[in-house]
């Protein structure tokens, strides 16, 4: 039921209502003139109708070339074996070798039908031969002339082509989101800082180590330790202390020289639990907002073949305006969808959440919100180069298999080069074709 409903749609009223009134007006006309089968007037205006202004006339001047090989082939045949089966079966081998040969094949059914009426009439008389070119005239000429009121669909096309834009800015805002979320979080390991920071960790680390110690030796027992031993003979205060005070000094100072350090420096291994905390976070927030891409996609492939088809449908009803620039555009976004694709599918292949794929993903966020017909990318290319630039500095990575991550994620920045370029290509091209008109207006 539902495939009957979609098949309905399809279903052009206007082309059925210019076809069923073009064909009773060609009979009409046909039967007022007194002309023999007038009905073949009907079926060539039929014929002649088509989806486009273009077509229709291009298809009427090839059978229009076809109906006069016709006849000389006719004349040829009939006059040589007859106007028997025999020799109308050497016309049709003939002449639709010669239609085939010329790409006149559009105009081999109706001329066919009308060189049956020789056929009938057992001769080829001027009297008939214009008759048929009559019938010809009729049919063609309703069917043209009807064919002229195409309507055309340049709003309505306009307001989808707005609409399928907005949808290409949520799919790009998806990928950034999907670049983000990841089951886990990959912290690369910062121990390749430069020699100072590592200094600087230290320093902090045995200062640390200092104040505890400090704070862990009471007021107290200093002033014992300062009656017992005399100015001279100086003992230090960890041997007045206890021995268990000793151990629970040394337990309390190793505990926090590994806090210290925790905080400090990543473990090359594992992610500190600081990280993976900020990890859960950076999930949590882009949780519930990722969509099924793949879905996105393919509705937009079709989406857009539907348009392509209503932009060739409008060019091919426009006589003598340039209507090449909104079927340039679409096809343009159509190689676009495909680098999204190729995007999506190296986005994939990244399980983990890469402090390097932030940056990116914020571009491809800046991109969406910068989409638009008008705009000529280059701040766009610019911006991305720097991004690339900024990547030249970056620590090397300290495994495998960041390594291959992060090579995806080159990748992926290669791609949006590409997505940027088809647009650039597609403004010289409309800028060199003298297009520029369509964005004025």
């Not at 014929?47 to 202004?53: C, E, G, R, S, V």
């Not at 949590?284 to 539907?306: C, F, K, P, W």
Request: hydrophobic share 45%.
């Amino acid at each position: 039921m539902i495939n009957i409903k979609h098949k309905l749609k399809k279903i052009n009223l206007l082309f059925l209502v210019k076809a069923g009134f073009g064909s009773a007006a060609a009979i009409l006309l046909a039967e007022s003139l007194g002309l023999m089968y007038s009905p073949s007037a009907g079926i060539i205006t039929l014929l002649t109708i088509q989806n486009t202004k273009k077509e229709t006339i291009f298809i009427a001047a090839k059978r229009i070339i076809a109906f006069v090989l016709a006849i000389m082939v006719g004349l040829a045949i009939f006059n040589l074996m007859g106007y028997t089966s025999i020799a109308f079966g050497a016309f049709v081998l003939i002449f639709v070798g010669l239609c085939i040969a010329l790409g006149l094949g559009d105009g081999i059914s109706m001329n066919a039908v009308l060189m049956t009426h020789f056929l009938i009439e057992k001769h080829m008389k001027f009297s008939l031969i214009l008759n048929e070119v009559f019938l010809l005239l009729i049919g063609m000429g309703l069917g043209i002339l009807i064919n002229m009121l195409m309507p055309r669909y340049k709003d309505r096309i306009r307001r989808e082509q707005l609409a399928f834009e907005e949808e290409m800015k949520h799919l790009l805002r998806g990928l950034a989101k999907a670049l983000r979320s990841k089951d886990a979080c990959l912290l690369q390991d910062n121990t390749q800082a430069n020699t100072k920071d590592e200094v600087r960790v230290k320093e902090q680390v045995s200062a640390k180590e200092q104040v505890s110690a400090k704070e862990l030796v009471s007021a107290k027992e200093e002033e014992s330790a300062k009656e017992e031993v005399s100015v001279k003979e100086e003992v230090s205060v960890k041997e007045l202390v206890s021995t268990k005070e000793q151990v629970r000094v040394k337990e309390q100072v190793n505990e926090k020289e590994e806090v210290s350090t925790n905080e400090l420096v990543y473990d090359k291994e594992e992610a500190s639990t600081k990280d993976n905390e900020f990890s859960m976070q950076l999930m949590q927030e882009v949780s519930g907002q990722v969509y099924d891409i793949s879905a996105d996609l393919e509705h937009l492939n079709t989406r857009l073949a539907e348009l392509l088809k209503k932009a060739y449908e409008d060019a091919g009803n426009t006589l003598l305006t340039n209507t090449k620039y909104l079927v340039s555009y679409l096809e343009m976004r159509k190689l676009q969808i495909d680098v999204l694709q190729s995007i999506h599918s190296h986005i994939q292949r990244i399980p983990v959440i890469l402090r390097q794929s932030m940056p990116i993903a914020d571009f491809m966020e800046h991109t969406a919100n910068s989409f638009h017909e008008l705009n000529n990318v280059e701040e766009l290319l610019k911006e991305l180069g720097e991004l690339s630039g900024n990547y030249k500095y970056e620590t090397l990575p300290s495994t495998r298999v960041e390594f291959e991550y992060r090579a995806i994620l080159f990748q992926i920045m290669k791609e949006m080069e590409y997505f940027l370029h088809i647009k650039q290509n597609f403004v010289i091209e409309v800028e060199s074709k003298g297009m520029i008109t369509y964005w004025k207006e």
